[in-house]
């Protein structure tokens, strides 16, 4: 397997709506995955919650990569998300991630600082809600 990088997995749980979520899920994180977001951990289901309000909330997006850097298994990145949600509201999310991969090339571990570059104050929050 190719190890999955942030715009694979980030396209594939919020802006390919035709893709199942634990699909999208399986494919990219790792059975034992944990998150950290703002200093907030989650375990795989907590984060399948989060992708599954996520997804409710948001029409379509996109992202996009400034810096990218691979290490063995070491990952890290920073990119800005960019989400209309249903309601017609745009938000431009920075985000700084270091992410550790499984064996076989999934993350198995993120964290990650997010910055709410525009939009309304509420959508700041984006990247905890459940």
Request: glycine share 6%.
């Amino acid at each position: 397997m190719t190890s999955t990088d942030i715009t694979r997995a980030l396209n594939d749980l919020l802006f390919t709506p035709d893709l199942g979520l634990a699909e999208a899920v399986d494919r990219h994180f790792a059975p034992d995955y944990r998150q950290r977001t703002n200093g907030v951990w989650s375990d795989r289901e907590s984060f399948v919650q989060h992708m599954t309000r996520l997804r409710s909330l948001v029409r379509d997006g996109h992202m996009e990569v400034h810096d990218e850097l691979r290490d063995g298994p070491r990952y890290a990145d920073r990119h800005t998300v960019t989400v209309t949600r249903h309601d017609g509201r745009v938000a431009v999310t920075e985000v700084y991630l270091f992410a550790e991969m499984a064996p076989d090339g999934r993350f198995r571990r993120v964290e990650e600082t997010t910055r709410l570059v525009s939009g309304h104050p509420d959508d700041g929050d984006l990247g905890l809600v459940k």
